[in-house]
């Protein structure tokens, strides 16, 4: 064992086992485990109270791991997080600090930062890949540009040579010691006095804890992942895994997550069990999505604030607060729509399907800024991911070369029938409409006065009547993608004239934008570059763009001409340079500022009052870096990438 004297740096990474950063601490000397809270930092993305009480538990549980092999987590609450490092180097005499790695927008920009500066002090540090199966870095198409398709992405991570490695757990710590200022889990204060009762509902549903995580990925593999392809559109019943809480918070290794599914899959395969092999794939799949989430905002950091293809940059959004609020409680009077964001806030998890039809419709119908819905589940889910949730937003509302067309809306009536046939989970979550027969449930506005009353339904009185009907919504719809389009030909065409200027962006100028907007020094050299090291994204080479053919057959139908408009924006894959790898997420600080009418806030509905206003940052996509060119092509596939 060597002398080290290390700082384990816990984030979301809540395990023992298939740890890197503490197999590797371990190995090496002794270890000092540590966890800050510094509530300033996470600004607009302060934790949501749900996902705050799971976090609060499975520290709780990780503190009585540690323990049991001989060393304690070190909780502090503070201000800075370097401060509050460079306070335990101090206190220990720390020779190395060490963590894994996050993907996130915000995380990126601060770790690189914190890196930067313990390495100028002279201290060594390493990080690990203890969240994916591949780096983001590691998984490019033959030209070396990031691909922009899942599945494109997910075949190339299916046949890399190399399979993914977990880390043996230590079995005992050498802790070494130090006086610093810490805390206890409750005075982290990550649970407010008021939020208790409710809090305690969520002890009944869930177990955080990475020991629980593991209990609950074996009930999975040896019960349920076998009919995971049958069961896993289903809404109301546990059809999925119900694993993303705990591998947002690391407390399950992403690599013991693929090798007992593959474990499976070889037996499987050996009993010529099509069914399983098949739930295997769609499964593996969905473990794909987390991945891809990470690997998009890698690659394009700015994810958080704008589009992916800057389509929705003249979006005429209808920032209309009431209507956020209706979706936000469930009284849009679309009952699906209304029994899930119920669902939502009662218990902070809804299905995948779910979050599909509640996303779809605040985006779609209701016209609210998805970076609004964004936030919302930010806010509200226990697995609140901030890469996942970009992903489930921009692949609900146009802006990913494979997800949903901006132009399909589907009838959550419809979608009621098809999943939640007899009217179960609606009832359970609306009981004003419990009464209802199966045939009315989805459609109550539809029913005869006769069922409505017999059912003790009134409509406007003690359920909604729907908040606007769907044939305007389709519509407004249509005439807010026909004004997109106005509106970006005649940006284009002022461009293309001359008259282009450079103005400025009053969303980079508003102070209360928590995202730090600080970047690091463009091309600074690496400090610390070895085989594991964490890479940090780079702007994007504007030539050599791979092209994402994605056409509309509405668009075709429609607007013969729409193509012409789509061609000028378009997806650049990345350039990787070994001195592109050591600059830093550029994103926000790059861009040049632009004021645009459809700059706005979120409206303060958070519950934690730290909560910052969010802001639509479309309007700067003229300025950035990456120019956009892709033409849309229609794929009318139902299911279809993000396993919708
Ligand atoms: C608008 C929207 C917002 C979303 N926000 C989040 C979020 O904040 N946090 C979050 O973890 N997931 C989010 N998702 C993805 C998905 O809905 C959940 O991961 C999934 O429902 C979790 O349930 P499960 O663990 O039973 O999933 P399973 O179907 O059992 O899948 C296993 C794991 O794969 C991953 N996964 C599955 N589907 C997706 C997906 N579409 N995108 C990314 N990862 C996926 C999750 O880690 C999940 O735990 C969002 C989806 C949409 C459409």
Same mark, same amino acid.
């Given at each position: 064992m060597g002398s080290n004297k290390t700082i384990v740096w816990f984030r #979301?990474? *809540?395990?023992?086992?298939?740890?890197p950063a503490l197999a590797a601490s371990a190995r090496d000397g002794s270890v000092f485990p540590i966890f800050i809270w510094c509530p300033q930092e996470e !600004?607009?993305?302060?934790?949501?109270r749900v996902s705050r009480w799971w976090l609060k538990q499975s520290l709780a549980h990780l503190g009585h791991s540690l323990k049991s092999l001989g060393a304690e987590l070190v909780l502090i609450k503070t201000h800075s997080t370097l401060a509050a490092l460079l306070d335990c180097i101090n206190a220990i005499g720390a020779t190395r600090v060490v963590f894994n790695h996050l993907y996130d927008p915000v995380s990126l920009v601060r770790d690189h930062s914190i890196k930067e500066k313990l390495v100028e002090l002279g201290i060594s540090v390493q990080s690990y890949n !203890?969240?994916? $199966?591949?780096?983001?870095?590691?998984i490019y198409n033959g030209s070396g540009q990031a691909f922009t398709t899942f599945d494109s992405y997910w075949d190339k991570c299916l046949h890399m040579q190399m399979e993914p490695v977990s880390h043996l757990p230590p079995w005992r710590l050498l802790a070494t010691a130090g006086k610093v200022e810490k805390c206890s889990v409750e005075e982290?204060?990550?649970?407010?006095e008021t939020e208790k009762s409710s809090n305690s509902l969520l002890g009944r549903g869930w177990s955080p804890g990475w020991s629980n995580a593991d209990k609950a990925l074996a009930e999975f593999v040896e019960h349920h992942l076998i009919d995971y392809s049958k069961? #896993? *559109?289903?809404?109301?019943?546990?059809?999925? =895994? *119900? $694993?993303s809480p705990y591998l947002h918070f690391g407390e399950l290794s992403v690599r013991k997550v693929f090798q007992c599914v593959r474990m499976k899959q070889l037996l499987w395969a050996k009993e010529g069990n099509s069914i399983g092999k098949e739930s295997v794939t769609l499964f593996l799949r969905s473990i794909g999505l987390r991945e891809y989430s990470r690997y998009l905002c890698f690659n394009f950091p700015f994810t958080h604030e704008r589009s992916l293809l800057s389509n929705l940059k003249y979006f005429p959004w209808d920032v209309n607060q009431a209507h956020f609020k209706a979706w936000r409680q469930g009284r849009t009077g679309y009952p699906l729509v209304d029994a899930g964001m119920r669902e939502l806030w009662a218990t902070g998890w809804i299905h995948n399907r779910i979050r599909v039809i509640v996303s779809s419709f605040a985006v779609k119908? +209701?016209?609210?800024?998805?970076r609004w819905g964004m936030k919302y589940f930010w806010d509200t +889910?226990?697995?609140?991911?901030l890469e996942s949730d970009i992903l489930g937003w921009q692949y609900i509302s146009g802006? +990913?070369?494979? !997800?949903?067309?901006?132009e399909r809306l589907d009838s959550p009536e419809i979608q009621g029938s098809k999943f939640d046939p007899e009217g179960e989970y609606v009832r359970h979550w609306l009981p004003e409409l419990a009464r209802m027969p199966t045939e009315w449930i989805?459609?109550?506005?539809?029913?005869?006065l006769t069922v409505l009353k017999a059912a003790g339904v009134e409509l406007g009185q003690n359920y909604p009547k729907p908040i606007i009907e769907l044939d305007l919504a389709r519509e407004r719809l249509t005439e807010a993608i026909f004004k997109m389009w106005e509106m970006e030909a005649a940006a284009r065409a002022s461009i293309s004239g001359g008259t282009s200027e450079v103005v400025v962006d009053n969303t980079d100028g508003?102070?209360? *934008?928590?995202? /730090?907007?600080?970047? +690091?020094?463009?091309?600074?050299?690496?400090p610390t570059i070895s085989s594991n090291d964490q890479k940090v994204p780079t702007i994007q080479n504007p030539k050599n763009s791979p092209a994402h053919k994605k056409r509309s057959k509405y668009v075709e139908e429609? #607007? /013969?001409?729409?193509d012409k408009l789509h061609k000028v924006n378009g997806i650049e894959g990345t350039s990787r340079t070994d001195e592109d790898l050591c600059s830093t997420a550029e994103s926000s600080a790059s861009k040049k500022q632009t004021t645009s009418r459809f700059s706005f806030s979120v409206p303060q509905?958070?519950?934690? =009052?730290e909560s910052q206003p969010l802001h639509e940052c479309e309007s700067s996509d003229l300025k950035q870096p990456l120019q956009v060119q892709t033409d849309r092509v229609y794929s009318s596939s139902e299911d279809d990438a993000m396993g919708t």
């Open positions: #979301r990474d *809540l395990r023992i086992e298939d740890n !600004g607009q993305f302060y934790p949501g !203890g969240d994916l $199966l591949y780096e983001p870095w590691e982290l204060n990550l649970e407010d069961n #896993r *559109l289903k809404v109301g019943v546990n059809s999925s =895994s *119900l $694993l119908v +209701l016209l609210l800024p998805w +889910l226990l697995d609140a991911d802006s +990913l070369p494979d !997800g949903h067309e901006l989805h459609h109550p506005w539809d029913a005869p508003n102070e209360n *934008l928590a995202i /730090p907007k600080a970047m +690091l020094k463009e091309k600074a050299p690496c429609e #607007r /013969p001409h729409r509905y958070c519950p934690s =009052s």
